[in-house]
């Protein structure tokens, strides 16, 4: 099957950068983390929440299918989760490195991401948070931001859907040896740069 230009052109333009994906809970800390390291470090921060958010406030068709599948807690599916990382990538070409947060969501979207990428994540973060935590956290932020998706009934189903699905995907990296735990939230920056620095391709950067 013949690939998009887009996914051609991300596949080749992906073969140097750093790609990580940073995943976890609604509430655990995961955009915010990745704002501080994106800074320290010079990469591109792909927030596939924020992506989602934006595309769900314009009112096109694609938006309002959005706002309603996350309004319910629900997955947007993976042919337009892929098309918005894909942009948003070749947005930062001459990036160092991707941090891609909240991604992926299921299993199938590791496996695609991979097939049209050609390799997996250099490394997979996973940010352990008690579930009282991400349910405060993401309340707070709710009333903070106006988020709708951040109600409680919206939270809870997400937290399902993450505990649920993230598994397979989890064992899926861990067979890799990708995956790494990072507790949160206490301390969880540092534990964000330790986990960088550990790659072998970034020694030296950010000290």
Excluded at 58 to 79: A, C, D, H, S, W
Excluded at 81 to 87: K, Q, V, W
Excluded at 119 to 126: E, G, I
Excluded at 150 to 164: M, V
């Amino acid at each position: 099957m013949r690939l998009p230009l887009s996914s051609l052109v991300t596949a080749e333009m992906l073969k140097s950068p750093l790609i990580i994906f940073v995943m976890g809970g609604p509430g655990c800390g995961k955009g915010t983390q990745c704002k501080n390291m994106a800074t320290k470090y010079g990469f591109c921060h792909v927030g596939l929440g924020q992506l989602l958010r934006q595309e769900a406030q314009r009112g096109t068709r694609r938006g309002q299918k959005i706002r309603e599948i996350m309004l319910r807690g629900l997955l947007v599916p993976t042919g337009i989760i892929l098309d918005m990382i894909n942009d948003k990538m070749l947005s930062c070409p001459e990036s160092r490195g991707f941090l891609i947060d909240g991604f992926p969501r299921e299993l199938i979207q590791a496996k695609e991401f991979e097939r049209i990428v050609g390799r997996p994540p250099d490394v997979v973060m996973v940010f352990d948070c008690s579930m009282e935590t991400m349910v405060r956290r993401a309340l707070h932020r709710g009333q903070v931001e106006h988020r709708g998706d951040d109600c409680e009934p919206a939270i809870l189903q997400r937290l399902e859907t993450h505990y649920t699905l993230c598994e397979p995907v989890f064992t899926f990296y861990q067979q890799k040896n990708l995956l790494r735990n990072v507790e949160a939230p206490e301390n969880i920056f540092a534990k964000c740069c330790s986990v960088i620095e550990s790659l072998q391709r970034l020694e030296g950067v950010g000290g």
